[in-house]
Nanobody, 127 residues
Framework: QVQLEESGGGLAQAGDSLRLSCEVS????????MAWFRQAPGKEQELVAT????????YYGDSVKGRFTVSRVSADNMMYLQMNSLRPEDTAVYYC????????????????????WGQGTQVTVSS
C-alpha cells in the first residue's frame, strides 16, 4: 500500500510564490516516478510537471514552464513543486501522483500511467 500526501497549498496573490510538498509513505522500497497534476473548476486535469526517480529528468506543462520547478529527494520519499510568479489561472487543486518503475531516468506524463494519487491540495491565486 502506497500513500501520497500533499501539503503547502493555500492562498496567494498574483506574483507570489508557493511551495508544494508530496510525501510518499507505505511501500517506499520501490522506485517511483512522480508528477504533479492540477484540476481547475470546470476544466480537465492537466499535467503540471513530472520527474524521474533519479530526479535528473523532468518535464513541464507549457503553462508553467519557466515559473515552476519540480524537485525531489528520493531518499526521503519527498517531491516538491516550487511555484513562482503565480497567476490567477494557476488556481486549482494540485495532485501528487506516483508510479513504480525500474527505470531511474524515465518520467511519465499521462494520467493513466500513474497508479497512486494524493487527495490534493488547493491553491488559490487572486489578482
Amino acid at each position: 500500500q502506497v500513500q501520497l500526501e500533499e501539503s503547502g497549498g493555500g492562498l496567494a496573490q498574483a506574483g507570489d510564490s508557493l511551495r508544494l510538498s508530496c510525501e510518499v509513505s507505505g511501500r517506499t522500497s520501490s522506485h517511483y516516478s512522480m508528477a504533479w497534476f492540477r484540476q481547475a473548476p470546470g476544466k480537465e486535469q492537466e499535467l503540471v510537471a513530472t520527474i524521474s526517480w533519479s530526479g535528473n529528468s523532468a518535464y513541464y506543462g507549457d503553462s508553467v514552464k519557466g515559473r515552476f520547478t519540480v524537485s525531489r529527494v528520493s531518499a526521503d520519499n519527498m517531491m516538491y513543486l516550487q511555484m513562482n510568479s503565480l497567476r490567477p489561472e494557476d488556481t486549482a487543486v494540485y495532485y501528487c501522483a506516483a508510479v513504480a518503475t525500474v527505470y531511474s531516468e524515465i518520467y511519465y506524463y499521462l494520467q493513466e500511467e500513474f497508479d497512486y494519487w494524493g487527495q490534493g491540495t488547493q491553491v488559490t491565486v487572486s489578482s
